[in-house]
């Protein structure tokens, strides 16, 4: 395996840990969350019960197909022929995280700025829009590229998929347990039962709260998705020009001038991804010296000959389609 030259490897070590005790701890609280709503409805014999269905249901979790997910976006293979010095990045990003199989390239025909990562370590897709392509320069492409590599080494699918499986169950639990709430509302009024308002206050609040920490999961494994493809190309440079491009560039001229920041939710609470600038100054905590470094990583340029293999831009405004998906 090729290796990637050096970055500050204190600095990346220190990010790594607390991004894994972050996940844990975060993984720990929606697994909480759903146990106490079971013991609640349940009590504490049928919760053995429930996190045995759990159990089940996480070793079950349906994989969907790579290529499956690729058509609801409208997607196609990337062929060699159209992008060959993607494919010999894509391989040698392959090789340097250790995956078994090379991720299939994927392109989606959207003017957005995207590429996002589907599937196992076994068998996975990375797919990137027009406008990717012919906005970013050689070696921010292939930052964003080492990103989603680390998502797929890193095993973030499945880990935010638990994460979504968790949140689904406490909404369902939650409105379970409201449900009855309403149905014995007269004997509770009428009668000298007496209830825990803390327990009505954990059925109403539950699947917020859940929701709040798998939005803290998810930035934090984008974290841990950044710091890793900076480990891979040795280059964090290019990955934090592609973040800032990206957020100069998704918006129309006319929301960047009136509406700035309009699509990034506020509080930095409810947001999927953390702040641009958040990123931006972690990865340059790992600037390495540049010397001697492997010119094929670091070289400013953008994919050779893309508008002549790509045809004519993608024009149309991205849109909701049928299938429930924006691009």
Known sequence: ?????????????????RNRLQSLLLLAVMAGFLALLGWLLWGRDRLFVLISVGVVAVLANPAFSPWLIMRMYGARPLDHAEAPVLWRAMSELTARAGLASRPELFYVPSRMLNAFAVGT??????AVTDGLLRQLELDELIGVLAHEVSHIRSNDLWVMGLADLF????SFLSLLGQFLLLLNLPLILFSQVTISWWAILLLIFAPNLSAL?????SRTRE????????????????????????EKLQGGWLERIF?????VPEPSLLRTHPETEARIT??????????????AWTRRKTVPDIDALLGARVRRVPHWHMNGLWY
Not at 259 to 263: A, F, K, Q, S, V
């Open 121 to 126: 370590r076994e068998q996975s897709a990375i």
């Open 282 to 295: 972690r990865l340059m905590t790992l600037k390495p010296e540049l010397k001697g470094a492997d010119q």
């Open 223 to 246: 974290y841990d998705a950044d710091l890793n493809a900076a480990r891979l190309t040795g280059n964090p440079e290019g990955l934090a020009r592609a973040l800032a491009k990206i």
């Open 167 to 170: 949140s689904r169950a406490t």
């Open 259 to 263: 509406l700035p920041g309009r699509r």
């Open 1 to 17: 395996m090729t290796a990637a030259y050096p970055i500050d490897t204190d600095a990346w070590l220190q990010h790594a840990w």
């Open 213 to 217: 920490a798998q939005l803290a999961l």
